[in-house]
Structures are given as C-alpha cells and as structure tokens.
C-alpha cells in the first residue's frame, strides 16, 4: 500500500518561500508520477505541478508558472514543490499524489494515491 506523506507548510508572508516535501513508502517514487494539488476553502482541488513517470517531464498550472519547481529525489524516495514569491491567491491545503501510470496527469482522478495534506498560508 502505498502511503504519501505531506511535509513544509506553513505560515508566510507574501513574497517568501517555503518547500513542500512528499514522503513516499510502498513503492519506489521513480515508478510513479507525481502530482502536487491544492485546495482552498469553498473550491475545487486543482493541479499545481506533475512530474511524469520515466522521463520526468514537468506541467505547472499557469498561475504557478516561474514560481514553483516540482523535483524527485529517488534516494530519498520524497518529492519536492518549492515555491517562490509566495502570494494570497496561494494559500490553501497542498495534497500530494501519486499514481504509476505514464504521462502527464492532470486531474485529481488520474491518481490512485494521496497525502493528508498540508496548509500553506501566505500573508499580505
């Protein structure tokens, strides 16, 4: 069973940084793709960042564009979101997940596996 767990979040002021990390036990990260999606009060859970399975391509939402870098560490088995030049619209939880299929994936049931989440709050 594959079990995902979320790590980083917190509470920040506009312009700063924070990086998540995703802890994958039960299968090697380098044999899945990976998703990071958020999620405000009242809204849909949508995707920030994927890295696809294999060759580690990489698909950002265009509001995050510039601003956040999803990474793996196959060692480390752990998947990173770093953000930068945090802002409001980016406060919500961020979910991390996970699926073994190829590809881009991009909505929330393209994935089989999924994190708790973790709050990211960004202050003006």
């Known amino acids: 069973q594959v079990q995902l767990v979320e790590s980083g979040g917190g509470s920040v002021q506009v312009g700063d940084s924070l990086r998540l990390s995703c802890a994958v036990s039960g299968r090697t990260v380098s044999s899945c793709g990976m998703g990071w999606f958020r999620q405000a009060p009242g809204k849909e859970r949508t995707l920030v960042a994927t890295?696809?399975?294999?060759?580690?391509?990489?698909y950002y939402a265009d509001s995050v564009k510039g601003r956040f870098t999803i990474s793996r560490d196959n060692a480390k088995n752990t998947v990173f979101l770093q953000m930068n030049s945090l802002k409001p619209e980016d406060t919500a939880v961020y979910y991390c997940a996970a699926d073994a299929d190829y590809g881009f994936q991009i909505r929330p049931y393209d994935y089989d596996s999924w994190g708790q989440g973790t709050q990211v709050t960004v202050s003006s």
């Open positions: 890295i696809t399975r294999g060759r580690d391509s990489t």
